[in-house]
């Protein structure tokens, strides 16, 4: 009895770790191109940005995390921010909201 359970959970974590990783091998396909991030800050905020870096999987997550990207708008020297990923590779978001409040207030003090 207790034989068979360890089978079967062992039986059923190798099928979990092989679908996390054809999962990963599915998602490394989309996502965080440099390409992307342009259209997402281009769609989102009307303007146009440079990629300064871009590492994409994060070696020390055993591949479940991804570094942020960081940006760079074209017309303005200041405005440098992140682009945020979740584990799925796709854009969470970024801070371009924060930076440009930041910038604001430390032009008025």
Known sequence: MIVASGITLIIFLMSSMLFVKKLNDF???RG?????IKEYVER???FEVDVLSNEGRDSTGKGLFFHDARVKRTDC????FDIYFSMFRNIKGDGYENISIRSKLADKY
Do not use: A
């Open 32 to 36: 965080n191109s440099d390409e992307d």
């Open 27 to 29: 998602q490394s396909t």
């Open 77 to 80: 020297n200041l405005r440098e």
């Open 44 to 46: 989102k905020y009307k």
